[in-house]
């Protein structure tokens, strides 16, 4: 957590603790997902499911062994029972809901007829009457009755009544210069107002759908009909990225969750529809650039969204074989049916999505010549002796020529970037879709390999140049802008590397869709 972020001390308790709760959250998942229904079939737990490969196998098989103890299904079962005869899921402070209840009772009933003038006075009230009140109001009426509640309102309603206000303000400021300007004309259309959205949406428009929050987006959908006034909109969902997730309108029996909504149409709430932004010009370094996750959605993407979804299972995986001449060995890439969901929706892609369009471009193009691909599972942090993570990438260059750049996709453990070496020139670059800093650990690899594996080829340590490249304009695009980098690099081999990313801020969508579209339709040969 310190390598990999850089946290204030205010910052740093409540950090860990989430850290913390999201481990034991991925160690319960494992144990109740793939442990505990093959507990009569040792042979399954032998090694780790295949899409948490990086777990190491002395961890897999100790973590096994301690969840299938006695000692620890004893503790299950304790712990299961406390559970079972918890009524109160929340507490209000250490006591409770049931003692703060019981204390609120207890003090109802000590000081039943007391207020604060009562204590001022220093004398108790009599019989009959309430002193302060006015007249015939008796104790009865006045104590121990239910006040009226006032009406909560928070902050986030105040804003959305301020800007309901401010709208409807500009609306009638139009609607009167309209009457003042132009007197005496029968076609001018009062309600138009430029800030108000259109109540009528184009059809075919693509679009995004969300459940709960308008944030939360959760499917890509093109709109089919859209009628003015009503609360709905009918739409075709075209991609899903969540699971089964009950959609806000179901058709019951039929259609309830958002994967048996893929391919069909049906009517989704109009607050929950937001518009996809139109095409983006080409972008500069002084251009302004404005983030959009989608554009319409190309066929193949739908067609591989939707075997996905209908088709595959969690345990299933696509093969796809690797040359030997792209990583120095003939191995597999293994695509499990949450790479798909993830690469479809365009959301954080793993390490094999990346190694399969790798394996894409290679297939189309004679890129051996100039290029060799590092392995970053053999050098990633996962592995913490230093030592032989510089071993590893010893042994891999072994294979490599001075004509060759070494291209390292990367992954911090929170972000995607990309490392290519130039062993002619003694030269690392850096292109980081972020624009941060050199990250330290893989830095200390390479230099480790040089001097200890390769010293009698250098005289020097290598030089790092940190390319300035397309920015990122989303959280979740980085592992597609390394592909994209890459695409860039091997179509123009014979370009500097310093001087082929220095013409845009930024990759439009529509280049980011074509990274997209050609890898699903390599995928889908395997499929």
Request: hydrophobic share 35%.
């Amino acid at each position: 957590m310190i390598m990999s972020f850089d946290l204030q001390p205010n910052a740093k308790h409540s950090i860990l603790m989430s850290a913390s709760r999201k481990f034991r959250t991925f160690k319960t998942t494992l144990t109740q997902k793939y442990i505990l229904p093959s507990k009569d079939q040792p042979s399954l737990l032998q090694f780790s499911p295949k899409i948490y490969s990086h777990i190491n196998q002395e961890d897999w098989e100790s973590f096994v062994d301690a969840r299938l103890s006695e000692e620890w299904e004893d503790y299950s079962r304790i712990q299961r029972e406390r559970r079972s005869k918890c009524v109160y899921n929340h507490h209000m402070s250490r006591k409770g809901y049931a003692n703060l209840a019981d204390e609120l009772d207890e003090l109802v009933a000590t000081n039943k007829n007391e207020d604060i003038l009562t204590d001022a006075l220093g004398s108790k009230e009599h019989g009959g009457r309430v002193r302060g009140v006015g007249g015939f109001v008796s104790q009865s009426q006045y104590f121990n009755t239910v006040k009226g509640k006032e009406k909560m309102i928070t902050p986030q309603v105040k804003i959305c009544h301020k800007e309901e206000d401010d709208s409807r303000c500009k609306s009638d400021k139009k609607r009167s210069n309209h009457s003042r300007s132009s007197i005496g004309s029968i076609n001018i259309d009062l309600d138009a107002d430029e800030d108000t959205p259109s109540n009528k949406v184009v059809e075919g428009t693509p679009c995004q759908l969300s459940i709960g929050s308008i944030n939360n987006i959760l499917a890509v959908a093109t709109i089919v009909e859209d009628n003015i006034g009503c609360p709905n909109v009918k739409v075709l969902v075209d991609v899903v990225t969540g699971e089964n997730l009950t959609i806000p309108n179901p058709v019951k029996g039929k259609i309830e969750t958002l994967n048996q909504a893929l391919g069909n149409i049906i009517e989704w709430p109009r607050r929950l529809v937001s518009m996809i932004n139109e095409k983006q010009e080409h972008s500069t370094r002084k251009d302004v650039v404005y983030s959009s996750n989608y554009t319409d959605v190309n066929g193949m993407i739908k067609l591989l969204n939707r075997h996905a979804v209908n088709n595959m299972k969690d345990v299933d995986m696509i093969r796809i074989p690797m040359n030997e001449l792209i990583s120095g060995s003939d191995k597999f890439v293994y695509l499990a049916r949450e790479d798909l969901l993830h690469y479809c929706g365009m959301v954080e892609i793993s390490y094999m999505c990346i190694l399969a369009y790798i394996t894409c471009l290679w297939d189309k193009c004679d890129c051996a010549r100039n290029f060799f691909v590092i392995d970053q599972s053999k050098i990633s942090s996962h592995i913490k002796d230093r030592d032989l993570r510089s071993k590893n990438l010893a042994n891999q260059l072994e294979a490599v020529n001075l004509e060759q750049k070494m291209l390292i996709p990367y992954n911090t453990g929170f972000h995607w970037m990309l490392h290519v070496i130039d062993l002619r020139k003694n030269c690392v670059y850096v292109l980081d879709s972020l624009r941060s800093r050199v990250n330290e650990d893989i830095h200390g690899i390479i230099n480790t390999w040089q001097v200890k594996h390769d010293l009698q080829r250098y005289r020097s340590t290598p030089k790092w140049r940190h390319v300035k490249c397309p920015r990122q304009l989303d959280s979740v695009g980085c592992g597609y802008y390394v592909q994209k980098y890459i695409h860039e690099i091997v179509h123009n081999s014979s370009t500097s590397i310093t001087s082929l990313f220095n013409t845009k801020n930024a990759y439009r969508q529509e280049e980011i869709d074509e990274i997209q579209t050609e890898w699903a339709a390599f995928v889908s040969r395997f499929v």
